[in-house]
């Protein structure tokens, strides 16, 4: 495996207004917000610099159940944009500096989903271990078009 720091991995992400291109704000500033706003980042970036550490990583959008399913028979972890706490949420149209438009959610977050069972998924989201029923998950999943970063081997 490949042992990247949280530091080290959120410093060497790109700045960006728009999440689908770098970090957007300062991840030392207050949860909850949406661009311009400090706010966070997308499976795009993130995906690209896990690669330029080594790890064969994918941006995946509208993912299922199924191919989360899939993902963790085959022991591989499923990063996955949900909102904290894989609480229900919603979305929003931000327009970059750029003018493109970008979905956006309050509250946005990324936890580990490391196991499943036919009633839900065990998600490793920080130091802390929880199960989510698949309801609830999927429906936390959905506010950002089921956006995650898989391993490709």
Same mark, same amino acid.
């Given at each position: ?30 949860? *909850?917000?949406? &661009?311009?706003? @400090? ?10 610099? #896990?690669? %330029?550490?080594?790890?064969p990583a994918t941006a995946v959008y509208s993912m299922s159940a199924e191919a989360i399913r899939r993902e963790i028979d085959a022991g591989r972890p499923v990063i996955a944009?949900?909102?904290? *706490?894989?609480? &229900?949420?919603? @979305? ?10 970008? #979905?956006? %959610? ?48």
């Amino acid at each position: 495996g490949v042992n990247i720091s949280e530091t080290d991995f959120l410093n060497a992400l790109p700045s960006s207004d728009d999440p689908n291109q770098g970090f957007v704000g300062n991840v030392n500033d207050y949860g *909850g917000q949406i &661009p311009p706003n @400090s706010y966070g980042v997308h499976a795009d970036p993130v995906a690209k610099l #896990l690669r %330029a550490y080594g790890v064969p990583a994918t941006a995946v959008y509208s993912m299922s159940a199924e191919a989360i399913r899939r993902e963790i028979d085959a022991g591989r972890p499923v990063i996955a944009w949900v909102i904290v *706490g894989t609480r &229900p949420g919603y @979305s929003a149209t931000y327009r970059t500096e750029a003018g493109d438009d970008v #979905l956006v %959610a309050p509250n946005e977050h990324t936890a580990i989903v490391i196991g499943y069972d036919p009633t839900g998924v065990t998600i490793l989201d920080g130091g802390t271990i929880y199960w989510r029923n698949w309801e609830t998950f999927m429906a936390s999943f959905s506010v950002l078009n089921y956006m995650a970063v898989t391993y490709s081997s």
